[in-house]
């Protein structure tokens, strides 16, 4: 009883104030709780049986029945895109078939699902590596429910969340991803239309807003492994683990697009890990909390930026690479000092290891950062335990992910 009932407050915490596609909130208050979740996740370790101290997988991973469930992940997002419900509301959907035709998808596959226009929460009846001919065009309100099966997309392009809202993207292998384009590709029932050449992204986020990105692996794409551009915003990017790869996440179209000015990303307890070169993530202009991230590996730096964006690292694990001019997390991309020094980067409680040293600007305490507070007077101790099972996950029916 008193676990079941400890699992309910949590619950309750981390679902208050839930409205359906609801506007995006103020990034300081959101990030405030953040940290609620966190330490209320960390003060139930000795009693959650399966307890890790990351609020996310402490809502859904300690539940056996959590295939009879599967809808509940929607109530375990936080910050910016916590309110993202994807399919909730909607159908179960059954991919049972791997094929893809861009124009004419059939029923069972992958893009049919994708692409209605009623809610839906979509999983996959077996193993199976999806091979798309062109991008995969989402329409709003979609799950991407991958626990249960191991399902890569993988070796054609990938995925495009564009123009669209309330999309959760779960428990996947998403890598090798190719340009497409060129062609024509189906975004709903009723319409499809000429594609240009794509950029080959693992996730391409182009205008879109309450997006929730968990529990995936990616590695080895054309460009990005997850971008999020022109106005897109109200996103967390969480428990991935990112391999093998270049420019990592962009997030900002350009120093001139100003509209990302209102950019909100939640990038917390990913595991950044071997072949990683850079842009973990690379940011302009807006908001982004950088919170209890594993950084294993960078080639070049780990979290950069331009056009003054608010970067807030905390509780985060850095550890730099054995050469020497390699060693600090953050790079202030083409811009003199005389400029990047009053934009507001602040690294608190963050782990520093092997040389690593993050480099601060603008005013420590400024308004930016006003109510957002740390996470304990350790915050940097419980990374390992978080990140551990970052990536997609071998769930099975009937027991604990």
């Known amino acids: 009883m008193a676990i079941t009932l400890i699992l309910l407050i949590l619950l309750i915490i981390l679902t208050s104030g839930f409205t359906h596609s609801s506007p995006v909130q103020d990034p300081e208050l959101v990030v405030q709780q953040v940290h609620d979740n966190i330490t209320s996740s960390r003060r139930n370790l000795a009693t959650l049986s399966c307890g890790t101290g990351n609020p996310i997988d402490d809502c859904w991973r300690c539940n056996p029945d959590w295939e009879k469930n599967r809808k509940q992940l929607a109530n375990c997002a936080i910050g910016f895109g916590r309110r993202a419900i994807g399919g909730r509301d909607g159908k179960i959907y059954v991919v049972t078939d791997s094929g893809d035709d861009a124009v004419n998808p059939k ?210 694990r850095f550890v730099a690479p054995d050469n020497t001019l390699r060693k600090e997390v953050t790079k202030h991309e083409s811009t003199p000092q005389s400029v990047w020094k009053n934009w507001n980067w602040r690294s608190e409680g963050d782990l520093m290891l092997n040389g690593a040293f993050f480099t601060r600007s603008g005013a420590g305490a400024s308004p930016s950062y006003a109510k957002a507070s740390s996470l304990s007077a350790r915050p940097s101790s419980l990374v390992g335990s978080m990140t551990m099972g970052s990536g997609a996950l071998r769930c099975r029916k009937g027991t604990r992910c």
């Open 107 to 316: 029923p069972g596959t992958l893009r049919y699902g994708v692409i209605q226009s009623e809610p839906l929460w979509i999983i996959f009846a077996r193993d199976m590596v999806i091979k798309l001919k062109q991008e995969l065009i989402m329409n709003s309100f979609k799950t991407i429910d991958g626990r249960g099966s191991s399902v890569h997309v993988a070796g054609g392009p990938c995925i495009t969340i564009q123009y669209v809202t309330n999309i959760i993207i779960h428990g996947i292998n998403i890598h090798d991803c190719k340009q497409g384009g060129n062609a024509y590709v189906r975004d709903t029932p009723q319409h499809y239309g000429w594609r240009t050449l794509s950029d080959g992204d693992g996730v391409s986020i182009f205008g879109g807003s309450h997006i929730w990105i968990d529990h995936c692996s990616l590695s080895n794409c054309n460009d990005g492994l997850i971008d999020a551009i022109h106005g897109s915003t109200a996103i967390t990017i969480s428990n991935n683990y990112m391999t093998h790869h270049d420019k990592v996440m962009l997030l900002g179209h350009s120093d001139t697009y100003t509209q990302d000015k209102n950019m909100q990303v939640t990038i917390a307890f990913n595991h950044f890990g071997e072949g990683l070169v850079q842009r973990m993530p690379r940011c302009r202009h807006g908001y982004f909390h950088v919170v209890n991230n594993d950084y294993t590996h960078w080639q070049m730096y780990a979290i950069g930026g331009s056009a003054a964006p608010t970067i807030n690292s905390q509780g985060n």
